[in-house]
């Protein structure tokens, strides 16, 4: 399910991974359809299909993939590894001159025509990363008696985290998600975001300001790996119940 341990190239991989997935990704389909997440796939991530041609844009491991299952039926892959920013944009028909926001954690552009240095085992780990959340999503809303009035479940590129909003009382809704790391916390993690200030319980399990997070070498050295982030979640949702 996961790839083993963090590679020292994965951070560096990650901001590129965040740049190619705002910059490219959700520039390409907010053009068609004025949506900008995305979603965890094999090997990485990717937009949902979108426009008339049908089109998806995804990383696997080292390689960008531009589909169309449109007609003509279309496939192109080109490698991330020193590839530019530039050349990417225009393998998949994007244009990055135009000012472009997704909220106020926006990756900068950066200079397009600077090599990019990404590693294909960091990639996969990022979306095993994603993978791994979004089945523990699933169970835990799939638990729920009441059931949650979640919203959708979707990455958001401005915080490279996969989320959805539920319901674990009347009146209460919480955050849950997996993010491949940030500024707060390097490594990736599973997380509970309370709305309220409201943190049940005792201190031990609201670990972070914004609720309580899981890391990824706690997920990795478990007997099971999404049992723990499954009971991880349900624990701050009864908290807040």
Do not use: C
């Amino acid at each position: 399910m996961l790839h083993g341990p963090l590679r020292p190239e994965f951070f560096v991989t990650r901001s590129v991974a965040q740049r190619i997935g705002t910059h490219l990704m959700s520039r390409a389909r907010k053009a068609a359809t004025g949506r900008v997440d995305l979603a965890p796939m094999p090997g990485g991530f990717g937009t949902p299909a979108f426009g008339a041609d049908h089109r998806v844009i995804r990383v696997d491991g080292d390689a960008l993939i531009i589909e169309s299952t449109g007609d003509p039926v279309s496939t192109r892959i080109v490698p991330i590894n020193r590839t530019t920013l530039a050349a990417l944009a225009d393998a998949a028909g994007v244009v990055l001159t135009d000012d472009f926001d997704v909220g106020h954690d926006t990756p900068a552009l950066g200079d397009v025509h600077a090599p990019l240095s990404a590693d294909g085992t960091s990639m996969t780990q990022m979306g095993a990363w994603f993978a791994l959340g979004s089945m523990t999503i699933d169970r835990v809303l799939g638990s729920l008696e009441h059931g949650g009035t979640p919203g959708r479940t979707r990455i958001w590129p401005e915080h490279f985290d996969l989320g959805v909003d539920v319901a674990a009382a009347s009146g209460t809704r919480v955050n849950l998600g997996a993010s491949v790391g940030d500024g707060s916390h390097a490594e990736p993690y599973v997380y509970v975001g309370p709305w309220e200030p409201l943190r049940p319980g005792d201190d031990g399990y609201w670990n972070a300001s914004f609720g309580a997070v899981l890391s990824y070498s706690e997920v990795l050295a478990a007997e099971d790996p999404l049992a723990l982030a499954v009971a991880f979640m349900r624990e701050g949702i009864d908290r807040l119940a």
